[in-house]
Structures are given as structure tokens and as C-alpha cells.
């Protein structure tokens, strides 16, 4: 699993049938403070509701993927498994764009 920053979604209009009413989302994996950058953006289905901005896990197999969201011959490889509302570490806590545990 990967921990990744949402940066937008992908639009298209000829797809896969398979992807139609699929949300698909760039991510950029991240480092556990949560800007770092690491590596490149890739493309991944969201199975969660997250949005721009989100700290999410990712999976980058294809076979998670397609037991997720389709079958086993399904074109899926990359796919949101959450959205992360906090990580702590020793260096301290990480919290995503979304409220915290007061509402705030």
C-alpha cells in the first residue's frame, strides 16, 4: 500500500465500459508527512469518495484492484482504499485536509 496525495481526477469520455461511473483520480505518493513527494503521479480508481487535496492509501496490484471493484480479467491495477484522516509518528501528528477529531 502507498500513502498518496490526491491532486485532481482524469476525465474521459471514450473509455472501458468498465470505468463508466468510475471515478479516476491522479495521486502523488507521498511521504509520511504527508508533502513530501515521492516518485511519480499515477492514475487510480476511487473506491472511497475522496476529492482534491485527500491523504489516501493506495494499492498499485492489480489483482486488489480487480477483486475490489470488478473481475478478474477487469483492466483495473491502481485503486484509493481510503481516506486518511491522521497519522502519527514519532516526529509527531499528520492530519489530512479534512476535520479533525473536535469538528474543527
Known amino acids: 500500500m502507498i500513502l498518496c496525495r490526491v491532486l485532481g481526477n482524469a476525465v474521459a469520455t471514450v473509455k472501458h465500459p468498465v ?4 471515478t479516476v483520480l491522479i495521486v502523488q505518493p507521498v511521504r509520511p508527512d504527508g508533502d513530501a513527494r515521492l516518485g511519480r503521479s499515477f492514475l487510480a480508481v476511487d473506491a472511497v469518495g475522496a476529492g482534491e487535496g485527500d491523504l489516501v492509501l493506495c494499492s498499485r496490484e492489480g489483482n486488489t484492484a480487480r477483486q475490489l471493484l470488478g473481475g478478474p480479467d477487469d483492466p483495473f491495477h491502481s485503486v484509493v482504499l481510503a481516506i486518511i ?17 473536535d469538528g474543527t
Not at 497519522?87 to 477529531?101: K, L, Q, S
Open 19 to 22: 470505468y463508466v461511473g468510475r
Open 85 to 101: 484522516d491522521r497519522i502519527n509518528t514519532a516526529a509527531g501528528e499528520v492530519r489530512g485536509p479534512g476535520p479533525g477529531p
